[in-house]
């Protein structure tokens, strides 16, 4: 009987591919930065190998969540919840779920019904687990310590409901320097980021001392790809590439000075290795507005993008519901489906209506 680990890696192999991010990311393209900037490797991407140009190939498909924290899903309740993902095929739910320092998780009450009722209808759990404790103050040490505690003591204690792990959320986030595209090792703060990458490889260290099957995930955004070469550098042993891409990520990447036009080519080139799951991805509305056939266009064309590529595994949307209680950003509008009145009654917006069955 081949380990978890195994399993889990064939199953994604065959199939070809199974805490919100900060939505107020600039994305414009800068004027500051110039080929002085330290760049990572890009030897290897004209390398890159993607599958011929398909919307047959099948892609795990799954959505994010916040039902252990935020009114609008508590409200809801779990029922509904599965039933929206089932119904649009999703096959994973990726939660955000807080740790404390002894790896212990929060909203223990909430969760085991939520994990039951996902296992009982198929669809798999991802948490993206907090990093409780992490100061930039901490020496390399202190820091390693701390994310192997937490990693080691949840997995000891939730291993039987997790196969994959998601570490941390946008962590390089805290760690840019101002006015920088995230493309360059020289746009990262270097004492914060040691200190990150020494929690991220103890949190993963920990995670696979008790649960040595387990997969696990380390993710960046925008153009921070830097981030993640410096981190497999450091050491940090993840498994598979989490990326978050939005649609106004997709528009400012292909200008110049950029010139991106698709992101999936990109980190398949950059990272040869590592399997693709986007872990965020939708339309992000401007303003006040909210546009569902442009949701539904985006949708649409990344989902073919990425099913182009047979590096990328896994698209899981940015997220399940809309959130009004949340006035400060357009993460109140940023649902698959939308209130008639919250938190009651609930319609599928037009991107996924296409994908209920």
Not at 102 to 113: A, K
Not at 118 to 137: C, D, E, Q, R
Not at 185 to 211: I, P, Q
Request: glycine residues 6%; positive net charge; charged residues 20%.
């Amino acid at each position: 009987m081949p380990n978890k680990r195994s399993f889990i890696l064939i199953v994604l192999f065959l199939t070809m591919f199974a805490i919100s991010c900060k939505k107020d990311l600039n994305v414009e393209p800068l004027k500051t930065e110039t080929a002085a900037d330290t760049s990572i490797p890009e030897t290897q991407e004209a390398a890159a190998t993607t599958a011929p140009a398909t919307t047959t190939r099948k892609l795990i498909m799954g959505m994010n969540g916040h039902p252990l924290s935020a009114e609008a899903y508590i409200q809801l309740g779990i029922a509904d919840q599965i039933k929206m993902l089932k119904n649009m095929g999703m096959t994973w739910y990726k939660i955000n779920v807080s740790v404390n320092a002894d790896g212990s998780m929060q909203n223990i009450e909430t969760f085991i019904p939520l994990q039951k009722l996902a296992k009982s209808n198929g669809i798999n759990l991802l948490p993206s687990l907090s990093t409780a404790g992490l100061k930039f103050s901490d020496t390399e040490a202190q820091a390693y310590a701390k994310g192997k505690t937490s990693g080691s003591n949840f997995a000891g204690k939730y291993s039987q409901y997790f196969t994959t792990y998601h570490l941390g959320n946008e962590m390089e986030q805290e760690i840019i320097l101002a006015g920088k595209s995230g493309q360059y090792t020289s746009n990262y703060d270097a004492k914060k980021f040691k200190v990150t990458a020494a929690y991220l490889k103890g949190m993963n260290e920990g995670v696979k001392a008790k649960d040595p099957g387990a997969i696990t995930l380390v993710d960046a955004s925008w153009l921070h790809y830097a981030y993640i070469q410096m981190l497999i550098s450091y050491g940090v042993k993840f498994d598979v590439l989490s990326y978050h891409w939005y649609s106004d990520m997709e528009g400012a990447a292909a200008k110049a000075p950029y010139n991106i036009p698709d992101i999936t080519k990109k980190l398949s080139g950059l990272f040869p290795t590592k399997p693709i799951w986007f872990t965020e991805s939708n339309f992000r509305p401007k303003g006040l507005s909210t546009d569902e056939a442009k949701q539904k266009d985006f949708v649409n064309q990344f989902i073919a993008k990425c099913k182009a590529n047979s590096k990328v595994q896994a698209l899981i949307f940015y997220e399940l519901l809309d959130e009004p209680g949340i006035r400060s950003s357009n993460e109140n509008r940023l649902g698959f489906t939308k209130w008639n009145k919250p938190y009651t009654s609930w319609t599928y917006k037009a991107a996924a209506q296409g994908m209920v069955k």
